[in-house]
């Protein structure tokens, strides 16, 4: 778990390969056609059936899915670089995408009003952040004594975070 371009999916996708298990993207199961959310019931069903499997990798920040898998996972990982590491990756990324027409979640792309417009992944990266982090922190608080390990990782390269998991 973690803010927007804070490394979530990359970490997610190293330890899904290195455990050999496929990753779940939160986003994937969240985004609907048009930047479309699809109707909370919804997604936690489908995510439900995600973690049904024997062993399972979540990658996101969705409070109704922390909520779901937090009490049951072996460990949870809270990727949380400095503001300005995750907001140039998370700009870089999202300029990526919008040039490459690269096509995301529900088939959606960006476009230049979803890079620079109100909605915008980097305005609300800006306005989340804060209450993201004391979310967090609560939660790591509420869980400290049931047996997950809970890693809060601080640092700008979290694939150095594999090798500390995985052992």
Known sequence: MGGP????????????????????????????PGWTPVPTEEFVGLLGKELDAEQWIVDG???????????????LVWVDPPFA???????????RRWIR?????????????????????????????ASQRQANQELFDQLADSGVLLLHARGNDVRSLVGRITR
């Open 5 to 32: 371009g804070c490394g979530k999916s990359t970490l997610a996708n190293a330890l899904a390969e290195s455990a050999g298990v496929r990753p779940v993207a939160l986003d994937a199961l969240y985004w609907g």
């Open 61 to 75: 920040q969705y409070p109704d899915a922390i909520t779901a898998f937090a009490d049951r996972a072996d460990c």
């Open 85 to 95: 590491v995750a907001w140039s990756r998370l700009l870089r990324r999202t300029l």
């Open 101 to 129: 027409r690269e096509r995301l979640w529900g088939g959606t792309r960006e476009t230049l009003w979803s890079v620079i417009g109100p909605r915008s992944i980097l305005w609300y990266a800006l306005k989340v952040r």
